[in-house]
């Protein structure tokens, strides 16, 4: 499996970037795709995730109403956009797969079983 995340870039406080996570190595049905991000001096911290399968979707509590998941099965693409983007924001975006079966299984980074190098977001203020 393997996870190509891109769209990253410098946006005002206030702006918007959508971010996309290309899949590849096998099919997905059984998998929760996940986006995270790791500020400078922080730990990784969940953002949201969409069930491949069914589209169901699971936001942090600091994302609902700003940002939105998709995905795309034809192209085994997974969408994050991001709608009046925060300086506290900024930090490295991370998507990631978890072979779950398709069962959503919370919001730990360790639950994920692959992870892409990353795109950064830098919010200006």
């Known amino acids: 499996v393997q996870l190509q995340a891109s769209g990253g870039g410098l946006v005002q406080a206030g702006g918007s970037l959508r971010l996309s996570c290309a899949a590849s190595g096998r099919t997905f049905n059984n998998y929760v795709m996940g986006w995270f991000r790791q500020a400078p001096g922080k730990e990784r911290e969940f953002v949201l995730a969409i069930n491949w399968s069914g589209g169901s979707t699971y936001y942090a509590d600091s994302a609902k109403g700003r940002f939105t998941v998709s995905r795309d ?8 956009q991001m709608n009046s983007l925060k300086p506290e924001g900024t930090a490295v975006y991370y998507c990631a797969a978890d072979r779950s079966g398709g069962s959503y299984r919370g919001k730990d980074a360790g639950l994920y079983d692959y992870w892409g190098q990353g795109t950064q977001v830098t919010v200006s203020s």
């Open 73 to 80: 099965k034809a192209k085994n693409m997974v969408y994050l």
